[in-house]
C-alpha cells in the first residue's frame, strides 16, 4: 500500500489513484481546477479505493447545503461499503464525514481533531475542520486547529503553504492581525497563487481599517485570485467591502454586476451578493431590482431552507431587499429547525431565529423592536459562524434601525466601536453624518 507525500498511509496501490488524490485535494485547497473530476480520475484509478468517495462526501459537505449533503450521504455510504479495505485513518475520515452529513458539525469537527493528532499531516482532516470550523463559529478552533499541526510540518512538504494560510485566517479571527499578516504573506510568498491565503491577509486590512492598502492587495494579485478560480467570489466580495469603505458605492455596484451578479449555483455565492446588496441598502442606494433577481436565486422552502442558520438569515435578508411578500416558509423552516439536537439547530436557536426575527421586525418598520433584536443577538452571533466582516452586516442594521427608531445616543455609542480601527474612514464619516442628524 502507499503512502502520499506526507507520509499518511492509504489503503490503495494504485499511484495513480493517489497522483490524482494530491490534483483533487490541491484544487479544493488552491479553488483551482475541477476536484471533482480529480476525484473521479482517482476513482478511475482504483475503484475499490473508499477514501476517494470520503473526501467526496467531505468536499460536498462543506457546501454548506442540503442539496450537497444528500449527495454526500450517497457517497459515504458507497465509502462504507468498500470501507472493509480502509485504513484506521480512512475509516475515522468516514466516521467524521458521516457525523457531519447527520447535521452534527460539532462531533464531525471533533473526529477530524483525532485523525490529526495521529496524522497531523492529513491535509483533508486539517481542511474539512477548518472549513467547518468558520461554518459553526468556532474562532478558538479556526486559530488553534492550523497552529497544532504546523510544527508537525516542514516547508518543503506539498501543501505546507496552504497550511500557512488556514493558520492567517484563525489569526486574524482571533484578532492577531500582525501575526496574521505576516503568516499570510508568508504563505502568498511561498505560493502566490494560494486565493485563502490572499485572503486572509485581505481580512487584516478589513478589519484594521487598510481598506486602501487593501483594494491595492487585491488589485495587485488579480491574476492570481481572480481568473478561473472558485473562490474569486469571496475575494470580490472583499474588494466591493473596500470601495463601500471609502463611499465609492459606484465601484461596489460595478464590482457586483459584473463579478457577482451572475454567481448564484453555490449558497456562499448567494450570501455575498445579498450582504453587498444590503450595505448599498443601507447607504441608501435603491437596489429593490437587483435583490428581486437575487432573491429567486435563494430557496426558501425546506429543507434547502433550515440547513444552516447563516446562509438561511441572508436568504430571509434577500427577501426583505426584495420587499416581497414575508417569507413564511423560510421563517417556518428556521423554527422547525430550532428545536432540533443539530449542530444547526443551535445555531439556529441562538442566533438565526433571533436575528431572522429581529431583520423581520426591520422589514416591516418597527425599528425599536429590530433595535432591540439586533442589540441582544449581536454580541454573540458569532455562534452561526461567518467572520467578523460578514457579521458587521449585523452592526450596521443595528445602527440604521437605531437612528430610525430616534435613538440616537445608542447609535452612536455603537458606531464609537468603528473608532478603534475605522476612525477616518468615509464610511465611518457617512455613519456619523447620520447619527448627527437623526
Ligand atoms: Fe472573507
Redesign the pocket.
Known amino acids: 500500500m502507499r503512502k502520499d507525500p506526507r507520509g499518511c498511509p492509504t489503503s490503495t496501490a494504485s499511484g495513480d489513484a493517489v497522483a490524482q488524490m494530491e490534483q483533487a485535494l490541491e484544487s479544493m485547497l488552491s479553488y483551482f481546477g475541477d476536484p471533482l473530476a480529480a476525484l473521479e480520475r482517482a476513482q478511475e484509478a482504483d475503484p475499490q479505493w473508499a477514501h476517494v468517495h470520503t473526501v467526496r462526501a467531505g468536499l460536498l459537505l462543506t457546501a454548506s447545503e442540503f442539496a450537497a449533503a444528500q449527495q454526500a450521504r450517497e457517497e459515504l455510504a458507497t465509502a462504507a461499503r468498500l470501507g472493509t479495505q480502509a485504513n484506521d485513518r480512512e475509516r475515522a475520515h468516514i466516521a467524521a464525514a458521516q457525523a457531519a452529513a447527520d447535521g452534527d458539525w460539532d462531533r464531525a469537527c471533533e473526529l477530524w481533531e483525532a485523525i490529526l493528532v495521529h496524522s497531523p499531516r492529513d491535509i483533508a482532516a486539517l481542511l474539512f475542520a477548518h472549513l467547518f470550523d468558520f461554518y459553526r463559529g468556532d474562532a478558538l478552533n479556526l486559530k488553534r486547529r492550523p497552529l497544532r499541526v504546523l510544527p508537525r510540518w516542514s516547508p518543503d512538504l506539498p501543501f505546507y503553504g496552504y497550511v500557512l494560510g488556514m493558520a492567517a485566517f484563525g489569526l486574524e479571527e482571533a484578532g492577531h492581525y500582525a501575526e496574521a499578516e505576516d503568516t499570510g504573506r508568508a504563505a502568498v510568498a511561498m505560493n502566490p497563487r494560494d486565493p485563502w491565503a490572499i485572503?486572509a491577509v485581505t481580512?487584516v486590512f478589513e478589519m484594521q481599517g487598510r481598506h486602501r492598502a487593501g483594494a491595492a492587495w487585491l488589485q495587485g494579485r488579480l491574476q492570481d485570485w481572480s481568473v478561473d478560480n472558485g473562490f474569486s467570489f469571496?475575494n470580490w466580495?472583499?474588494a466591493a467591502l473596500f470601495h463601500l469603505e471609502e463611499m465609492d458605492t459606484q465601484a461596489a455596484l460595478d464590482v457586483y454586476d459584473t463579478y457577482l451578479a451572475g454567481v448564484s449555483d453555490l449558497a456562499l455565492q448567494r450570501v455575498d451578493r445579498t450582504a453587498i446588496l444590503w450595505r448599498l441598502k443601507l447607504l441608501g442606494l435603491d437596489v429593490a431590482s437587483r435583490f428581486d433577481a437575487l432573491r429567486q436565486t435563494w430557496n426558501t422552502g425546506a429543507p434547502a431552507a433550515g440547513y444552516y442558520a447563516f446562509n438561511d438569515l441572508h436568504a430571509l435578508i434577500a427577501c426583505i431587499g426584495a420587499q416581497a411578500e414575508p417569507a413564511d416558509d423560510l421563517m417556518d423552516a428556521m423554527t422547525a429547525t430550532s428545536s432540533g439536537a443539530s449542530s444547526n439547530g443551535r445555531m439556529t436557536r441562538t442566533a438565526g431565529l433571533p436575528l431572522a426575527r429581529a431583520f423581520s421586525a426591520y422589514a416591516r418598520g418597527r425599528w425599536s423592536e429590530a433595535t432591540e433584536g439586533l442589540l441582544r443577538v449581536r454580541d454573540t452571533s458569532h455562534v452561526f459562524g461567518g467572520?467578523h466582516?460578514?457579521r458587521d452586516i449585523v452592526t450596521l442594521t443595528l445602527m440604521d434601525a437605531a437612528v430610525r427608531a430616534g435613538q440616537r445616543e445608542l447609535a452612536g455609542h455603537i458606531l464609537a466601536e468603528r473608532h478603534l480601527a475605522k476612525q477616518h474612514t468615509p464610511l465611518t464619516a457617512f455613519w456619523q453624518g447620520k447619527v448627527a442628524r437623526a
Open positions: 485572503h481580512h469571496h466580495f472583499h467572520s466582516a460578514q
